[in-house]
């Protein structure tokens, strides 16, 4: 069982930046791909980046394209999510998730591939 616990959200004004921790129970994270997704007040939750296993490429939703940035840092067992210039339609709790299957890469965007996920972390961004 992998325990995931975020932190970093807050209210920032439009054009601000965050950055978002995820840190994992798990010694052996490199071994899994990570994503972030977010869910807005009477919204679908949705995709935001995703880094993969093996050699951390990163993959990004259009809408956050240019503007987010994930990382990841085996020794501390957490992952990143860079956020600048950020938009008020950026707003929602943001959730950190790992795949169940290890050395596993799949659908980078399908949330139901993701067995472990965070509580998540409220971003607010304020026009």
């Known amino acids: 069982q992998v325990q995931l616990q975020e932190s970093g959200g807050g209210l920032v004004q439009a054009g601000g930046s965050l950055r978002l921790s995820c840190a994992a129970s798990e010694r052996t994270l490199s071994n899994r791909a990570m994503a972030w997704f977010r869910q807005a007040p009477g919204k679908a939750r949705e995709f935001v980046a995703a880094?993969?296993?093996?050699?951390?490429?990163?993959y990004y939703a259009d809408s956050v394209k240019g503007r987010f940035t994930m990382s990841r840092d085996n020794a501390k067992n957490t992952v990143y999510l860079q956020m600048n210039n950020l938009k008020p339609e950026d707003t929602a709790v943001y959730y950190c998730?790992?795949?169940?299957?290890?050395?596993?890469?799949?659908?980078?965007?399908?949330?139901?591939?993701?067995?472990?996920w965070g509580q998540g972390t409220q971003v607010t961004v304020s026009s």
């Open positions: 880094i993969s296993w093996s050699i951390d490429n990163t």
């Open positions: 998730a790992a795949k169940g299957r290890i050395r596993y890469s799949g659908n980078f965007n399908d949330e139901n591939e993701y067995n472990f």
